[in-house]
């Protein structure tokens, strides 16, 4: 496919490059590729540092290497999952990395590319993969019980009406199944009316819901940000970008738990509970995009960076004095 039109403009690319400092040199984790915007930035911030790209996405991977050719063997790219970040890194004798960086959700590219099916604007199959295998969207709405639609909805979209939807999509699918994003947002607007809410149509939480269903995008996240972590050399920084608040609840929760030292009692002489602090939050709050960049990328507006860095190595045994 031609390249015509792929376009995705890098979130919060300058805090991203402050945050991880490839000037230092090494080798940088870009744990989700894309058009490899923030990959490009990395590699042009010194002749030494290396990039390994990952993405589940061929068209992505196959867009980004022809875009970053000119940086030869610097870059390596890697069709896959960063919830696998692991067994990627061991294939290549990474034990540890400088660097990684995860911007989740998908890219502008597929979004706007109707045959994706990603959006509820565009007229497409209801597909939603990122990766080119797996059931898509249509299938998982023509297989899942009402109640798993209800939960998915009312869980991975805050949607209120999750139960009515459901029911409405289980009804609709007794006579014809539901194979575009056009006849899943107008089942959707049957039951919640053609209202925008504060900008938003009103079927960007089903859509929103069915993604992360379809992709699994937050069942393995946690997997993948403790790999991570244990995968930083000392000094090495993991920076994540979230675009919605379930997304940026996980990351927050495990830069906490990895960020928390010692648990013994403040009256206990010595650590019996082995925790020492390895990690330290480098954003104490996430960081937002200025008015300035929503000003040239809309699509920033839910954008929030967090950042942690290792800052000892792992191992302390019990018998420290604690805290
Ligand atoms: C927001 S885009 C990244 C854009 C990129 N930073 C750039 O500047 O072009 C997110 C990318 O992550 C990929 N992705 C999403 N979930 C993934 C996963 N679990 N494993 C690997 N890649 C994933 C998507 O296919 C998409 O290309």
Redesign the pocket.
């Known amino acids: 496919m031609a390249d015509a039109g792929a376009v ?1 403009v ?1 979130v919060l690319l300058r805090e991203v490059v402050a945050a991880l400092r490839p000037e230092r040199g090494g080798v940088y984790v870009d ?8 990959a490009r930035a990395l590699l042009e911030a010194s002749p030494d540092a290396r990039v390994v790209g ?4 061929p068209e ?1 991977l196959r867009l980004a290497r022809e875009r970053l050719a000119a940086f030869g063997a610097r870059l390596v790219t890697v069709e896959g ?3 696998d970040l692991a067994e990627h890194l061991d294939r290549l004798g990474l034990a540890r990395v400088d660097g990684i960086l995860a ?5 502008s590219m ?1 979004l706007d590319r109707a045959e994706r099916g990603f959006s509820f604007m565009k007229e497409g199959p209801l597909d939603m993969r ?1 990766g080119a295998s797996g059931p898509t969207a249509a299938d998982l709405v023509a297989a899942a019980s009402r109640e798993e639609l209800t939960r998915i909805f009312r869980e991975w979209g805050e949607e209120r009406m999750a139960g009515p939807i459901a029911r409405t999509v289980v009804e609709a699918r007794k006579t014809a199944p539901i194979g575009t994003t056009g006849e899943m947002r107008r089942l959707v607007l049957k039951v919640l009316g053609p209202k925008r809410e504060m900008h938003k149509d009103p079927a960007t939480r089903v859509f929103q819901a069915l993604r992360i269903a379809t ?1 699994r ?1 937050l069942v393995e996240l946690e997997r993948f940000l403790d790999d991570a972590v244990a995968r930083l050399a000392l000094g090495a920084r993991l920076s994540v970008l979230s675009y919605h608040s379930l997304e940026d609840r996980i990351v927050k929760h495990a830069f906490q738990r990895h960020t928390a030292g010692c648990t013994c009692p403040p009256s206990f002489p010595v650590c019996v509970c082995s925790r020492r602090r390895v990690m330290a939050l480098v954003t104490r709050k996430s960081v937002r995009p200025t008015l300035a960049e929503l000003g040239e990328n809309p699509r920033a507006r839910s954008a929030r960076m967090r950042v942690l860095e290792r800052v000892a190595e792992d191992g302390a045994g019990p018998g420290t004095p604690s805290r």
């Open positions: 995705h890098p744990a989700t590729l894309g058009l490899g915007g923030h990952i993405d589940r996405d992505a999952r960063h919830e911007d989740l959700g998908v890219s597929q990122m992709n995008e």
